[in-house]
């Protein structure tokens, strides 16, 4: 049995106490976008587990969205379909009800991502596509020398592709995704070369994993940066990257086929 939070939650998120706002931050950025495009092809009934807000639903596709939280359920914009109460782990469709699947920046919430992974190749006749981030390449991101314990709890996190790979079965390709200077989605790496936004309380409450620090260490990385920045020895260290078109760091996109 799956445990949910008081407000619906199924993962190691409270989303009721820390997702309100997250529309405002986590805008879905027209680039990685046509990736995630790319990956469903022409498939036309659409599963979107973990949908939250639902920044990724095209309308291209006839997307059936489901999400646990409620706080992100009433975060989704009207014109988006209401999404189904229901856990990855347990989805409440027949095998092989849609054409393709997708879960988006989700995967590592779950309770048991294999379970869930399972369940939505169970409901999918063609492609299963998940966005998410490398465990392994997760520490290689500046942020980790200003708040090592955010980055460490991602890389707890997020499952290896390995591990999602075999949950899912059949045809598996990983495809890394170029992340964009300018991008409108942020999570911790969109900030690459803009590290001044993630002063941003709201910016880092957009990120899960800050979920998983205090506010003593929430407290520390706001002074060091804000003293690396004002010292010029985040630019010495890091300066390249605020003129980089495309930063090349832990975010894929696996396809898995039957």
């Known amino acids: 049995m799956v445990m949910r939070a008081y407000d619906g939650s199924a993962d190691d998120v409270d989303h009721g106490a820390f997702g309100h706002g997250h529309a ?3 805008r ?11 990956a469903l092809g022409d498939a ?19 997307i059936t969205a489901v999400e646990p ?37 989700s995967v590592h919430e779950w309770s048991d991502a294999e379970a869930g992974l399972r369940e939505m190749r169970r409901v999918t006749r063609g492609p299963v596509v998940v966005l998410t981030c490398d465990p392994a390449r ?3 991101f500046w942020l980790y020398e200003y708040a090592p314990d955010v ?3 991602e890389a707890r ?13 059949g045809t598996t390709t ?4 170029p992340i964009p200077l300018d991008c409108a989605d942020g999570f911790n790496e969109a900030y690459y070369g803009r590290p001044e936004l993630l002063l941003d309380p709201a910016a880092r409450q957009a990120c899960s994993a800050w979920s998983f620090v205090d506010d003593r260490a929430r407290q520390d990385f706001d002074v060091s940066l804000r003293r690396a920045l004002g010292s010029g020895a985040w630019d010495e260290a890091f300066g390249h990257l605020r003129g980089r078109p495309t930063y090349d760091g832990s975010l894929v996109l696996l396809r898995a086929t039957p």
Request: net charge negative; charged share 25%.
């Open 174 to 177: 990983v495809q890394p995704v």
């Open 138 to 140: 997760v520490r290689d």
């Open 44 to 62: 036309r009934d659409v599963l979107n587990v973990g949908a939250g807000t639902g920044s990724y639903e095209a309308s291209a596709h006839t």
């Open 24 to 26: 405002s931050c986590r």
């Open 28 to 38: 879905p950025d027209e680039r990685i976008a046509r990736v995630i495009a790319q």
């Open 69 to 105: 939280s409620l706080a992100m359920r009433a975060q989704r914009p009207a014109r988006l379909a209401t999404a189904v109460d229901a856990v990855a782990e347990d989805l409440p469709f027949a095998d092989g009800q849609f054409d393709a699947a997708m879960t988006l920046f």
């Open 157 to 169: 996190r997020y499952p290896s592709l390995h591990r999602l790979a075999a949950a899912l079965g």
């Open 151 to 153: 980055l460490e709890t």
